[in-house]
């Protein structure tokens, strides 16, 4: 197999400049089932409040490393404004622990277990400057442009996930988990031409591709397994994939064949993340979005 590194073909119609906005979210009337009679469905999505603040937070911190090894000016403009966006997800995230706590589901345990990850297994390590330094930044670096790569798929598909608004999901939750989607989606191709820029081996991008799906896929599942079990108002709460594929039958979460048909996009020689998902879309609700309001933060 080649490594050598690809040229995919950005939609240059979809790139725009990139600024944190100013949000706020008021928790008060949030029920813990947010979207009514389907527990499985509202902590499936809860779990992201549960890996995103460490997660985000993670991609920061690599990212601040890496912005001395851009040599375009506009990436770096790019990556200057994915940093800034990254940050207030972390931060929206974040604010929603304590209310769940109030209502009676504690994540503390949860999380405590991902910013371990974060911070020690996928931190910094003593590393000798030179290659062996540079290649886990490398690493670290394809391994956010795969993990982007899912987010902008979740943030593509909340955006057009009428069977949430027919269920009568909460409408501050859903304007926080659409806020975040179509900021995903506005940003979805700078992790990708990062990575491009800096490093670009196809086998790079493979191998980081499996290890961070497999660790998404095991978070996940222990975060709703969690959540499922330690709910307050369930009794013998259970998570299991049926629970899940049914789910998506339904169209309040992700379908299966979705997900597994974004796998091999990923791996394609000729992708550019550009080619999936509408910034026109993300843009339009981030004019309108209640918790956004619009507003920029310099």
């Known amino acids: 197999m080649s490594n050598t590194p690809l040229a995919p073909a950005p939609v240059a ?57 851009i040599e375009d000016e506009r990436l770096r ?20 622990l304590p209310h769940l706590k109030r209502l009676g589901l504690d994540p503390t345990p949860y999380t405590a277990q991902v910013d371990w990850l974060f911070e020690k297994l996928l931190g910094d390590r003593t590393l000798p400057p030179g290659r062996a330094r ?59 031409d990062l990575f491009m820029h800096v490093d670009g081996g196809y086998r790079r991008r493979a191998r980081t591709w499996a290890t961070a799906f497999s660790a998404l896929v095991f978070l996940w599942q222990r975060g709703v397994r969690f959540f499922m079990e330690n709910d307050p108002h369930l009794v013998d709460g ?41 910034t026109a879309q993300a843009v339009a609700y981030l004019a309108t979005s209640p918790g956004a309001n619009g507003g920029v933060r310099a």
């Open 77 to 96: 403009e790019d990556v200057v404004g994915f940093i800034g966006q990254e940050a207030m997800h972390a931060t929206a995230h974040d604010d929603v």
């Open 134 to 192: 540079h290649w886990w930044l490398m690493e670290r670096v394809a391994m956010i442009a795969a993990i982007e790569h899912y987010t902008a798929f979740l943030g593509d598909w909340v955006l057009n996930a009428d069977a949430l608004d027919r269920r009568g999901a909460d409408p501050t939750m859903l304007d926080l988990l659409r806020w975040h989607g179509a900021e995903e989606v506005e940003h979805r191709s700078v992790a990708f």
């Open 238 to 278: 259970k998570a299991s994939f049926g629970k899940f594929f049914l789910a998506g039958q339904q169209g309040v979460l992700p379908s299966t064949g979705a997900m597994l048909k974004s796998v091999p996009k990923y791996l394609s020689r000729t992708y550019h993340p550009s080619q999936e998902g509408s």
């Open 13 to 69: 119609s979809e790139h725009v400049d990139l600024r944190p906005r100013n949000v706020s979210f008021g928790w008060e009337d949030t029920p813990l089932h947010w979207l009514p009679g389907d527990p499985f469905a509202g902590h499936m999505i809860n779990v992201l409040h549960l890996l995103l603040p460490a997660g985000e937070r993670w991609f920061v911190h690599v990212y601040k490393q890496v912005l001395p090894l």
